[in-house]
């Protein structure tokens, strides 16, 4: 089989082969055959090969959002109504329902990540690369005598909010300031 990008020759190969995926990482599927160019090292991927390359995917972004907490993903009426559309519409949409936004179930429920959503109202795509968010600490007890837990938190690659921003600027207002309707 020659190839499409440099006219070389595709020879088979086989073993373990490495994909950098952009929203999950490093992904290694191992005892596949897939079809290499001689020349300019193009990829042809079998159809089998390609099917683990998704399984494997999936099951990663579907352990990471696991370990999100749960006041991170709202309900899919709050996703529509960020969305400004119906639930119907929501649920209907072809490229929500193939991970555009990042979504798991809980039963017959679906909750969308909240930053997925609103990545997906600002730039068309929700999806961001997970495998930036790394678990700081597992779960630690303080000492065996002190029942209080700490929880686990989460490391995300984004630049922290300044502390020069207004709207973190606390003012305290007074109650005689409000006038109530009665």
């Known amino acids: 089989m020659d190839c499409l990008e440099c006219g070389g020759t595709y020879t088979e190969n086989s073993g373990s082969y ?18 290499q160019c001689d020349n300019c090292g193009n990829i042809l991927l079998s159809r089998e090969m390609a099917q683990e390359i998704e399984s494997e995917r999936n099951k990663r972004i579907h352990e990471t959002l696991n370990r999100f907490p749960i006041g991170d993903f709202i309900s899919a009426s709050e996703t529509a109504s960020i969305l400004d559309i119906s639930r119907q519409a929501l649920h209907k949409n072809i490229r929500i329902n193939h991970g555009f936004i ?14 997925s ?9 929700g999806r961001f690369p997970l495998h930036l968010h790394k678990r700081i600490s597992p ?6 005598s002190t029942p209080s837990k700490i929880s686990v938190f989460y490391e995300v690659s984004q630049p922290p909010i300044k502390s020069t921003h207004s709207f973190i600027k606390q003012k305290l207002v007074s109650t005689k300031e409000y006038i109530y309707a009665s």
């Open 102 to 115: 990042y979504h798991i179930k809980f039963g017959p429920t679906t909750f969308y990540l909240k930053q």
């Open 139 to 144: 779960t630690q007890y303080l000492a065996p």
């Open 117 to 125: 959503v609103q990545n997906y109202k600002k730039f068309g795509d």
């Open 18 to 35: 490495l994909l950098v995926d952009p929203y999950v990482g490093e992904i290694i599927v191992q005892g596949v055959s897939y079809h």
